[in-house]
């Protein structure tokens, strides 16, 4: 029997130290109270103090549940995980090597929500500074609108990378099942392996398929296939090359 691949998200799901609960963590700014402070600082301080948090804290995550820190987060199940006392962790004497693993580039929600509010307190500022006559208003106004554009763009680039590490992941793990199939795979196949919509299954498979490498086909009774020459002739290509 074959065995599954554990899921990622299961792979980096840990425990808080301070409350117990399990997730991967969320960002910074996902909490309401640190999204209150973003904007409060911005509004007071023309989004220069909000500029200066947030670039100290967009890289941070933290307990969904109780907001501590998640570089403080353990294994699940580690007896060391949970201080009943304290926020601090109560630490071994031995400390386990930390486990390396994969995680998605982040996806910029907090960037692009952040540039978008900028950007909105950017044209009040500069439409109260328009009709109030007063110029200075203007000029901040505009350093914000554009901070506030770059902001948001970088953020976009943020997900487009994102999306790209998705599909590249969904690609490895099509060839990995394609190689176990001797080459070819049909939509329902991959639907049906990696837990996916036949609509998104069939975007991947068309997505690969360059007519060289991978190549779509009908078969005889009229069933869509995919084939991967280089996996499907693989012992050939082998045995002649070692000859």
Known sequence: MERRQVPVAKRNVRQCPRCGHHSEGVPYFRKTGHLALLVGLSVFTYGIGGLVYYAARRRH????????????????????????????????GRTAAPRREHRLPPSG?????FGAGLGILAAIIITAGIAGGDGPPIVVGALMGMGGSGLFMWGWRALQERRQSVLQALNRRVLMLATRRGGVLTVTEVAAELDLSLEAAEKVLIGMDDGFRVRSDISDEGVLYY?????????????????
Request: with cysteine; net charge positive.
């Open 61 to 92: 995550r933290v307990c969904p549940n109780c907001g501590l820190g998640w570089e403080h987060s353990r294994e699940p199940g580690d007896a060391h995980s949970l201080n009943p006392v304290g926020d601090a962790p109560v630490t071994a």
């Open 227 to 243: 084939e991967f020459p280089e996996v499907v002739h693989q012992k050939k290509l082998r045995s002649g090359g070692s000859a």
């Open 109 to 113: 929600i907090g960037r692009r929500v």
